[in-house]
């Protein structure tokens, strides 16, 4: 994939150049699913990324970015996320971001300052975020919080679809992320924060939560950014496995 994508763009530029058409000198790499990252393997420095993902992705879990996310954020000096509500793998709604985030990258505009912690304790889970307004950062014309409950109370299953145990036929998976409202402080001049704190669910389920803010992007385009997801309370239905007992079927 990522030698074709290379020769995808020398056979761009070598076919503009014959016919005396401007020639890019850079690109802007996407890819739907795995195609986008796999352009560039481990050169991540000074390479602006945003990620676009279906809260609902049936391939991609709620909590992936828990594994490799601020391992990124080091890598290449802050990137971002958009994480879609109520969307799956397709990613249905992603473009007026991705224009957005295009034309910034293109025209070299300053992009927003948005960083967040998540915390869990025995209670509550909380999800916090800064927003830095200062040397010509962006700040948002909406933030809102969206959480959504597991449907059971035996897979931490956030995903647009899964298996009828029965037939074996993909059916709805009735997850729905619904708005909730988080609180703002104003800490100065520079600096705005927004809180959302929700106590645990009910036993034997999940509660899943992200955070999203809407920045003005150039051109009238908007750019919405989230957070990870916070999954409370941070357990699992089933206990760690090695070897041949981590082997397991679709569901």
């Known amino acids: 994939m990522t030698k074709a994508s290379v020769r ?12 005396e058409i401007p020639v890019p000198e850079k690109f802007v790499i ?3 699913s795995k195609r986008g990252w796999t352009t560039y393997f481990d050169r991540y420095h000074n390479v602006t990324l945003c990620q676009f993902q279906g809260a609902d992705d049936e391939f991609f879990l709620s909590d992936s970015e828990d594994y490799f996310w601020n391992d990124l954020q080091k890598a290449t000096g802050g990137s971002y996320l ?8 397709g990613a249905t709604g992603v473009f007026d971001s991705l224009e957005s985030f295009y034309f910034s990258i293109c025209e070299q505009q300053v992009l927003p300052s948005w960083t967040w912690t998540r915390t869990i304790n025995g209670t509550h889970g909380q999800i916090r975020a800064n927003v830095s307004v200062g040397d010509g950062h962006p700040s948002p014309i909406n933030v809102t ?3 959504a409950q597991t449907v059971t ?19 709805v998976n009735p997850v729905k992320w619904v ?14 924060i927004y809180t959302y704190t929700a106590p645990m669910p009910p036993d034997g389920y999940w ?13 009238g385009t908007a750019l919405n950014l989230t957070t990870e997801t916070l999954i409370i309370p941070n357990t699992f239905p089933v206990g760690p496995c090695s070897g041949e007992q981590c082997y397991g079927n679709l569901v």
């Open 179 to 192: 708005e909730m409202k988080e609180n703002m402080e104003i800490i100065g001049q520079s600096s705005i």
């Open 30 to 32: 996407t890819g739907g």
């Open 207 to 219: 509660y899943g939560i992200f955070m999203q803010a809407t920045f003005p992007g150039p051109h």
């Open 82 to 89: 958009y994480r879609i509500p109520n969307t799956d793998h």
């Open 8 to 19: 995808a763009m020398d056979a761009a530029q070598q076919f503009l150049c014959e016919k």
């Open 153 to 171: 109370g035996t897979k931490r299953d956030f995903r647009a679809a899964k298996l009828d145990p029965t037939t074996g036929q993909i059916v």
């Open 145 to 147: 919080v969206y959480q």
